[in-house]
C-alpha cells in the first residue's frame, strides 16, 4: 500500500548509488545476493538476541534490494536477474520469522506457522496474478520498471519491512503482532484474487 507512494522519494537517490556501482563493474545479481546474506545475518541476529543489530541488519538488506534494480537499470535488466530478486525476497521474508520461531519454539512457534503459512498464500497469489499478467501482456509502472507485473495490496514491501523492524523493538509482542499481520496478509491474498476473479475472467 506504502511502496507506490514512497517511491517517487526512493527511487531518484537510489538511482544514482546503483549509477556508482554499476560503474565499479559490480553485477545487479551481486547486489542481490549481498542483500540476501545481509538479511540472513539479520535472521542470525535475532536468534542471538542482538535485535538492534538485526534491524540495523534488516535496514542493510532491503537498500541493497532497492539497489539491485537501480544497478540493473544502468547495466541492463535480464530475466534471470528479475527470478533471482524475486527468490532472495521470498527467501529473507521467511528466515525472519523462521528466526524468531526458533528463538522460542515454545511462545512463537504457532503463530510463526500462522504468519509463514499467509505469506506462503500471499506469494502464491503474487505470482500466479504475475504469470497470468505476463501472459496477457499486462503492463505497469505503478511500482517501477520491473521483470515481473506487480500487483499493490493492502501490504506491500514497505510495510513488512516495518513490521519486522517492529518485531525487533518488541520481540515480547511476537504472537499477538505475527497473529495480526497474518490476517491482514490473508486480506491481501484474498483481494488479489478477487481482482484476479475480474481481470482474467474469459
Not at 118 to 134: I, P, T
Not at 166 to 174: M, Y
Amino acid at each position: 500500500m506504502l511502496d507506490r507512494h514512497l517511491r517517487p522519494f526512493i527511487e531518484p537517490p537510489l538511482n544514482r548509488m546503483g549509477g556508482v556501482i554499476a560503474r565499479t563493474g559490480i553485477s545487479a545479481n551481486l547486489v542481490t545476493l549481498i542483500g540476501l546474506a545481509l538479511g540472513l545475518a539479520a535472521a542470525a541476529a535475532v536468534v542471538a538476541e542482538a535485535f538492534a543489530v538485526a534491524m540495523l541488519l534488516i535496514l542493510a538488506s532491503r537498500l541493497a534490494d532497492g539497489l539491485d534494480g537501480a544497478v540493473a537499470r544502468v547495466r541492463g535488466v535480464s530475466d534471470f536477474g528479475g527470478y533471482l530478486d524475486i527468490t532472495c525476497d521470498y527467501v529473507f521474508y521467511a528466515a525472519i520469522p523462521l528466526a524468531f520461531v526458533i528463538l522460542d519454539p515454545t511462545a512463537h512457534g504457532v503463530a510463526g506457522a500462522f504468519l509463514l503459512l499467509s505469506f506462503y498464500v500471499n506469494a502464491g497469489s503474487f505470482l500466479g496474478f504475475s504469470v497470468l499478467a505476463e501472459k496477457r501482456r499486462m503492463q505497469s509502472d505503478a511500482h517501477g520498471v520491473k521483470t515481473l507485473y506487480f500487483t499493490g495490496g493492502l501490504l506491500e514491501g514497505t510495510e513488512t519491512i516495518l513490521f519486522f523492524l517492529l518485531l525487533c523493538l518488541f520481540p515480547d509482542w511476537f504472537a499477538p503482532l505475527a497473529w495480526g499481520f497474518g490476517v491482514l496478509c490473508l486480506i491481501t491474498a484474498v483481494s488479489r484474487i478477487l481482482l484476479a476473479a475480474k481481470v482474467f475472467r474469459d
